[in-house]
């Protein structure tokens, strides 16, 4: 079952007695501190990690509603160090990329300088990287749905935003015409009582 989504990005009628329950469920598990704007301590050494929290706490305040407390800090610090993390990954990869690209190159010029000498330590440098280069993907890919199951519980996809986002202010509809014809029926009604 999912989890149930903040009262203020319901979007569908509650009843007051519903409304009331969500709210008192809600402030029950309200710690009353709000995340603080700039990265916490534990992030203090890690430059990507820092730059995702300020980036996430930015969006964040833009909202109406709160959608993240106090409580959600440990699972937001985790967040931003696999975006940190996914990051490193990404620049290995492109590492081992160009050491598979630069030995390929030279077991070309190898073959075409008929240099049999060079193939076998070409052909294992080239093996290695492709090795590290499966690898690292394979390690960015876990990383990276790691980090979209917790952009789920923090309202950072698409879909878990789908129906949850507050309506922007409306104005109120005009009254039905049916009901204008009762009120003024109702009107009739009294005003015709009271002149007996």
């Known amino acids: 079952m999912p989890a149930p989504k903040p009262a203020n990005l319901i979007k569908r009628h509650e009843t007051a007695e519903e409304k009331s329950a969500r709210e008192s469920a809600e402030n029950a598990m309200n710690s009353g501190r709000q995340l603080p704007h700039e990265a916490p301590a534990r992030l203090a050494k890690h430059k990507v990690a820092a730059a995702a929290w300020r980036a996430m706490m ?5 909202i109406e509603g709160v959608i993240v407390t ?4 440990d699972l937001m610090i985790d967040y931003c160090i696999l975006v940190e993390q996914a990051d490193e990954i990404d620049r290995l990869r492109k590492s081992a990329f160009s050491v598979w690209e630069v030995a390929s190159k030279e077991y070309a010029k190898a073959i075409l300088n008929k240099q049999p000498e060079d193939y ?4 294992t440098k080239i093996n290695d990287s492709f090795e590290n280069i499966i690898k690292l993907d394979g390690r960015a890919d876990r ?4 980090m979209l199951q917790i952009r789920q519980s923090l309202y950072l996809t698409p879909r878990s ?3 949850a986002a507050p309506d922007p202010k409306e104005k109120e509809p005009p009254p039905d015409e049916l009901e204008q014809l009762l009120s003024e029926a109702n009107e009739i009604i009294s005003g015709g009582q009271g002149a007996q």
């Open 120 to 123: 076998l330590s070409l052909i």
């Open 161 to 163: 935003r789908a129906g």
């Open 70 to 73: 106090r409580l959600d800090q």
């Open 58 to 62: 930015r969006e964040y305040n833009a």
């Open 143 to 146: 990383k990276r749905a790691l």
